[in-house]
């Protein structure tokens, strides 16, 4: 599985990194700053332009704030691209209640929401969580 990380933080960048690899090794994952680095690397342009490098991905993992663009704003452009209606959305949001308001009823079903972790060491169980999302939408 190839999962694309979508946030502008190194060090939560970091350790999801570090939690993923720890539960499973088999699973290839980039990271991206910001929601405009996502739209140019999910339509393979620039220096995305790689696919062996940068292959598309299974799911999104994104951060509900970045300074270019929201969670929100990302996974509705998501979900009007033809190519990207298969991919996984997951999102970190500590509003999670606003935040369903904002998806409306059209998206809510599409997305999983999480709450970021605030400490290291509860970046293993959010991980192990999203895997098993991903694995039921399958």
């Not at 970045?66 to 033809?82: C, H, I, K, N, S």
């Not at 606003?98 to 605030?118: I, M």
Request: aromatic share 12%.
């Amino acid at each position: 599985m190839i999962v694309l990380y979508v946030d502008d933080s190194k060090d939560d960048a970091f350790f999801f990194g570090r939690a993923l690899k720890k539960i499973s090794p088999e699973t290839e994952w980039r990271h991206v700053f910001g929601t405009h680095e996502a739209k140019y690397y999910l339509r393979g342009e620039e220096r995305f332009s790689q696919r062996e490098r940068y292959p598309f991905p299974e799911t999104i993992v994104c951060d509900a704030k970045m300074p270019d663009g929201t969670g929100v704003e990302l996974l509705r452009w998501v979900r009007a691209q033809p190519q990207l209606k298969a991919v996984s959305f997951c999102l970190f949001t500590e509003l999670e209640e606003n935040v369903r308001r904002q998806l409306g009823e059209e998206l809510a079903g599409t997305v999983c929401l999480f709450r970021k972790p605030s400490n290291p060491g509860e970046w293993p169980g959010v991980v192990l969580e999203m895997l098993e999302w991903h694995s039921e939408q399958i």
